[in-house]
């Protein structure tokens, strides 16, 4: 069973930056495609970004490219996201998730394992 932890999240002003943290309980974390999700309140979880075991191939939603970086730290088992330039449509609580995948996959369904969840608001 992988536990994940998020941190980081907050409030910002409207063109601000935030970097989340998700630390993994599992080892080796290098097995699992880590990816993080949001979901804006009365809205569905939605894809923002995953990575791939070794860190090498990324993927992006269409709102969030060229503002967000996704990358990770398999000896530190932590995955992060950097958030730069940042909106008020970006408040939302944001998750992590891990799936055992050689994959992207950017599908809810496609994740077995979940975080509590950070909240992150953005106030113009």
């Known amino acids: 069973q992988v536990q994940l932890v998020e941190s980081g999240g907050g409030l910002v002003q409207a063109g601000g930056s935030l970097r989340l943290s998700c630390a993994a309980s599992?080892?080796?974390?290098?097995?699992?495609?880590m990816s993080w999700f949001r979901q804006a309140p009365g809205k569905e979880r939605e894809f923002v970004a995953v990575?791939?075991?070794?860190?090498?191939?990324?993927d992006y939603a269409d709102s969030v490219k060229g503002r967000f970086t996704i990358s990770r730290d398999n000896a530190k088992n932590t995955v992060y996201l950097q958030m730069n330039s940042l909106k008020p449509e970006d408040t939302a609580v944001y998750y992590c998730?891990?799936?055992?995948?050689?994959?992207?996959?950017?599908?809810?369904?496609?994740?077995?394992?979940w975080g509590q969840g950070t909240q992150v608001t953005v106030f113009s």
């Open positions: 998730a891990a799936q055992y995948t050689a994959y992207l996959p950017t599908n809810i369904r496609d994740y077995d394992y």
């Open positions: 990575i791939s075991r070794s860190g090498g191939r990324t």
């Open positions: 599992e080892r080796p974390f290098n097995n699992y495609a």
